[in-house]
């Protein structure tokens, strides 16, 4: 049976933060929190055409993601901030969707290490 990598690679973080468990909880805490937030206001600037305020929002969600080792959102958020630099509503439209469907699995990862640490 093939196992889908995991969302966030829990070691690296752990071993970039010294293996300090309850601040990697604090971080991935904070990074959801986030996360909600810049996706509802992701929704909300697909709705305007807003393609200066989505690709900002895509920026945030990349850089923060890479840094905590969620590199696939990361890539989606990088994929969705090209698309805007392209001003192309209906790939960023796509790519905005693409970021969204990453972001349970990755809420689902955090999760589930918060509860097993």
Known sequence: MNQLPSP????????????????????L?????????????????????????LRQIAHRIKGTSA?????????????LEQACTEADASLMKMKQQVMSEQAPAV??????WSAGS
């Open 107 to 112: 809420r689902e990862a955090i999760e589930s």
């Open 29 to 53: 805490s904070k990074f959801v929190d986030e996360l909600t937030t810049d996706l509802t206001a992701s929704e909300q600037a697909i709705t305007d055409q807003d393609a200066e305020a």
């Open 8 to 27: 966030i690679d829990f070691s690296a973080l752990l071993e970039m933060l010294g293996g300090d468990k309850q601040m990697v909880a604090s971080l």
């Open 67 to 79: 840094n905590l080792y969620a590199l696939m959102l990361s890539a989606a958020a990088r994929d």
